[in-house]
């Protein structure tokens, strides 16, 4: 961890999530085969605080740095990456709430700062129709992970009838009353996200005050007295989906060297295979050099907002960018090992395969492409203009 997040711990205690581990442990198999986090997970990881990191104090919150949120990501995925992933979007949904209309908070955390919210926010099933004092939804959104566990849900939808100069993406919010969860989630990695679909039969309304305009996030419009919630939300959204591979990863390596080491009759002769030690001397340091840039990219605009700076443009999607490259360049490093792992990898048992799966499967999410980041992230180097608005 960065020492700008290290000094902010000084006041209070740190994240930690270490009590928690062991249950999500207990608990993979299960969430794999059931296609769901457990709920004992579920409760483990809520005792911790987790949930609450990005919560703002006066709701019960703990307003906890980045840093600090991600590093319990990681550690959680160390021991089950679905867990991690599905844990991670519920938890940041905090954060968004904390941009939006402060009615929207009050009314979902009336009830406690411990209740979950899931999300979907690709607006391709969504319908929406302006009304008076807020909008009509329906329509059907698939991938919502966790959403078993969650008494609210985030939606998204692109508004056309407000004229051709006004077509805008919002996201939506809606209560547990006003839809409902179809079991869709038959996948080849990821299982225990439970990312099933949210569907809205008929129309329900949604005030406008619990709605998030998109460019209000990419303006950093918050309600806040923290600064930390000038860090821009796409920058906090997009690092949920892929830094648990980051964890992922450093389990698959454990694996593979406890493997190496205490099934071999004769350890020494793997550390002797060029081969061998390359692969792991290479996954190693992705890994390293992965998360260390994470923290660095967090500390540097923890600095920015700290000081009352705005975060330049070029960084933004500089580090944009970087988030997307997270699942490649792990899924890489997983490569390297699991390629020479051995026979009893290719048991659907295997964990070592189980890890393989999810960090493949976790490239399917639109927001780990770097095709379209790359370009844009070059064409601002040459002197463009960002064409992208979630930075």
């Known amino acids: 961890m960065g020492q700008a997040a290290l000094k902010s711990l000084k006041s209070e205690a740190a994240l930690d999530v270490s009590s928690a581990l062991d249950v999500v442990t207990a608990c993979a198999a299960e969430g794999r085969a059931n296609r769901e986090i457990p709920k004992k997970a579920i409760e483990a990881i809520r005792e911790t605080g ?30 089950d990456m679905g867990t991690a992933w599905a844990s991670g979007i519920i938890a940041v949904h905090a954060y968004q709430l904390s941009l939006m209309d402060p009615q929207a908070a009050k009314d979902v955390y009336d009830t406690g700062p411990d209740t979950l919210i899931s999300s979907s926010y690709n607006p391709a099933g969504a319908k929406v129709e302006t009304v008076e004092g807020g909008f009509k939804l329906s329509g059907q959104w698939g991938w919502s992970s966790g959403s078993g566990h969650c008494s609210w849900v985030l939606l998204g939808g692109l508004i056309f009838d407000q004229g051709p100069e006004n077509i805008h993406y919002r996201t939506f919010l809606l209560p547990r009353s006003d839809y409902e969860i179809e079991d869709t989630w038959h996948a080849m990695g990821l299982q225990a996200t439970g990312s099933n679909d949210i569907v809205i039969k008929e129309p329900m309304f949604v005030p406008e005050y619990r709605t998030h305009h998109q460019m209000d996030g990419f303006n950093c419009k918050h309600y806040q007295d923290n600064e930390m919630y000038s860090i821009p939300w796409a920058q906090m959204f997009v690092r949920v989906v892929c830094t648990p591979a980051i964890g992922a990863a450093k389990h698959a390596l454990k694996l593979f ?8 009759t004769d350890p020494t002769r793997l550390a002797g295979d060029p081969d061998v030690t390359r692969r792991v001397a ?3 340091n992705l890994i390293d050099e992965t998360e260390a840039i994470m923290y660095r990219n967090f500390d540097e605009m923890m600095a920015a907002v700290n000081s009352g700076n ?3 443009m ?39 395969q189980q890890i393989w799966h999810d960090i493949h499967i976790a ?3 639109v927001a780990n492409n770097p095709i ?3 370009r844009n992230l070059g064409a601002v180097h040459l002197g463009a203009d960002s064409t992208d608005v979630f930075v």
């Open 50 to 79: 987790y949930f609450r990191s990005f919560l703002p104090k006066q709701y019960g919150g703990l307003e906890r740095p980045p840093q600090e949120f991600f590093k319990a990501s990681v550690d959680i995925a160390e021991r």
């Open 257 to 264: 060297i406890e493997n190496a080491t205490e099934s071999s």
């Open 372 to 374: 379209g980041f790359a």
């Open 314 to 352: 070029t960084d933004r999607v500089k580090y944009r960018y970087q988030a997307s490259l997270v699942i490649e360049r792990m899924m890489q490093a997983v490569d390297l090992v699991f390629d020479i792992a051995g026979g009893r990898s290719v048991y659907n048992d295997s964990p070592i």
């Open 282 to 284: 290479e996954a190693a």
């Open 363 to 365: 490239r399917a999410h």
């Open 310 to 312: 705005e975060i330049p």
